[in-house]
Nanobody
Framework: VQLQASGGGLVQAGGSRRLSCAAS?????MAWFRQAPGKEREFVAA????????RYADFVKGRFAISRDNSKNTVYLQMNSLKPEDTAVYYC?????????????????WGQGTQVTVSS
């Protein structure tokens, strides 16, 4: 499975952005991670195949929402109330299992990343 992330860019603090991740084939659980300069990669959000179960990192709860459209093999990350500390490269990932895991090592496929920069 190949993943193609898109939607990144420059946005002002308090603004919104929607990321998309298109998969080349069927996927099961999918997730978004991010990595800021000089920091380790961290979990952002994950969703199961049906979209009925999702998980979020504490720092994005209430601001970000993950969703998916299986007819398009695409997962989305709607980001609202963006902060400068949200600046990072955002990566989508998928795994062969159904559980939306929070640990990157449990994902089998990764996209190339899309840069999100939030200006203050």
């Amino acid at each position: 499975v190949q993943l193609q992330a898109s939607g990144g860019g420059l946005v002002q603090a308090g603004g919104s952005r929607r990321l998309s991740c298109a998969a080349s084939g069927r996927t099961y659980a999918m997730a978004w991670f991010r990595q800021a300069p000089g920091k380790e990669r961290e979990f952002v959000a994950a969703i199961n195949w049906s979209g009925g179960t999702s998980r979020y990192a504490d720092f994005v709860k209430g601001r970000f929402a993950i969703s998916r459209d299986n007819s398009k093999n695409t997962v989305y990350l709607q980001m609202n109330s963006l902060k400068p500390e949200d600046t990072a490269v955002y990566y989508c990932a998928s795994r062969r299992g159904s559980v939306p895991e929070m640990f990157g090592q449990r994902y089998d496929y990764w996209g190339q990343g899309t840069q999100v920069t939030v200006s203050s």
